[in-house]
């Protein structure tokens, strides 16, 4: 079975800007998760989507926003990026039932700079 | 708010000893608790779960405690290796810790 795949791997970005990270679930799994993570706070968690519909936030300002496709695809935005959102984000995907507590399958990442 | 803390300093230890990690958490009632790896630049890797009514749980080298009174987990690597030298991450639900790093020396 593949793995989780996100694109693109890196990305350089101004403040000011936005981008759009994408994260492909294994196969069969219907829950993605998103995390943004930096040496000084670590894995923090943004937000999780199951059959298309967001079902838990992290406490993340609303600049940072995502949706999942009906092939559990996902994707997040960063609008008006700032020097602070420079980070490895992370996705992760997990459940075939979508049950709380389920190991969950982490991508590679997407290192984004802001500049 | 709900909290995870694990050893921020880097664990150094001997080819062959013991490795011994702590996770405490607070303000949490966890089912269960999860144990990752993450190396450099890479996603976390998926080690090991334990849920509440387990005490213990095993598998190969690796052995997890789980104390829902203490609120606390240890995470256990035997004759350690080289190659486990990593960053190991507990995790409640969507919440990690800081992870500690571990170093282990020939």
């Known amino acids: 079975k593949a793995g989780v795949t996100q694109t693109p791997r890196y990305l350089i970005k101004t403040r000011g800007q936005q981008v759009t990270l994408s994260c492909s679930p294994i196969s069969g799994h219907r829950s993605v998760s998103w995390y943004q993570q930096t040496p000084g706070q670590g894995l923090q968690f943004l937000f999780e989507y199951f059959s298309e519909t967001q079902r838990n936030k992290g406490n993340f300002p609303g600049r940072f926003s995502g949706r999942q496709f009906s092939n559990s695809r996902s994707e997040m935005n960063v609008s008006t990026l700032e020097l602070g959102d420079s980070a490895l984000y992370l996705c992760a995907s997990s459940g075939s039932s979508g049950g709380y507590g389920e190991t969950q399958y982490f991508g590679p990442g997407t290192r984004l700079l802001v500049l | 708010s709900q909290k995870i803390e694990q050893n921020s300093e880097a664990l150094n230890i001997q080819e062959g000893k013991t490795a011994t990690l702590t996770c405490n958490y607070t303000?949490?009632?966890?089912?269960?608790l999860q144990w990752y790896r993450q190396d450099p630049g890479r996603g976390p890797v998926f080690l090991l779960l334990?849920?509440?009514?387990?005490k213990e749980k095993r598998k190969e080298r690796l052995k997890v405690t789980f104390d829902t009174t203490l609120k606390q987990s240890l995470f256990h690597i035997t004759a350690s290796q080289p190659a486990d030298s990593a960053t190991y991450l507990c995790?409640?639900?969507?919440?990690f810790g800081a992870g500690t790093r571990l170093a282990v020396h020939p």
């Open positions: 334990i849920r509440e009514n387990e």
């Open positions: 303000n949490y009632s966890p089912a269960y």
């Open positions: 995790a409640l639900d969507w919440v």
